[in-house]
């Protein structure tokens, strides 16, 4: 569970005396436990309201629960404190509290969101390959009732960097180099890494083998060459001066 402070500016009296509350935004995923503590002390009344609607009620000794909230949530009479234990996405929204008759100047606010997937990068067109000249990749996933969610990209072992659902990547020679390409998504409650989608333009470096190969070997046929004429060179003097 995650939470947000903010400071509101709201108009309490109509007389127009204004005065600061606090709003405290926390975002849970279902099934989450959250807990809502008010400043008091010596209560000696507690009702707490969700949207306007009552939820729970502490007055005479005596305790009600919201049918809604009964089962899944908890009142502490001396410090007022508010436990819903199984969160649901119908408890989203606003909660206040008035003790001992007053309003409290702390106000709640509940988003209830969803996990983001595992993502999975795609790539468009479909025949994307090596002889394309750019390429669009997507990180895939259904975000249903995950709220604000930001992705971001990553080249191979790199940094990961902020940016939109879908990349186009150029077939240049900068980005021949990167091997592979890993996208992410995440939300107040959640983050998740796709795994690894191989470069269509990846172009490795040859083995180091094949690169000693490659020096040596024209260097030995010279040699070999050289010998083979040395060691006939009468026969070939023969044939460029035959008299």
Known sequence: MKRLVCFWLLTALPSAVLSFAIRITSYSQPGDINIMTPSTSNPTSIVWKHDGNLVAEWM?????????????????????????????????????????????GVEWIIEVLERVPEPEVLARPLTCSFNSDNCN????????????VTYSWREDGGEWKEGERDKTIVNNEELKSVKTFYCQM????????SEP???????????????????????????????????????????????
């Open 186 to 193: 995440k939300n107040e409650v959640s983050v998740e890494d």
């Open 60 to 104: 005479n000794s005596e305790i009600k629960f919201n049918e809604t909230f009964k089962g899944r949530t908890t009142l502490n009479t001396t410090t007022g404190e508010l436990v819903i234990t199984d969160v649901h996405r119908a408890d989203r929204g606003l909660y206040t509290v008035e003790i001992n008759g007053y309003i409290s």
């Open 137 to 148: 990749l997507t990180c895939h996933g259904n975000t249903t009732g995950a709220g604000t």
């Open 197 to 243: 989608y191989p470069n269509p333009f990846f172009q490795g470096k040859p083995p180091t083998w094949v690169i000693v190969l490659a020096i040596l070997l024209p260097v030995a046929l010279l040699g070999i060459g050289w010998y083979l004429a040395w060691r006939n060179r009468e026969t070939i003097r023969k044939l460029i001066c035959p008299h």
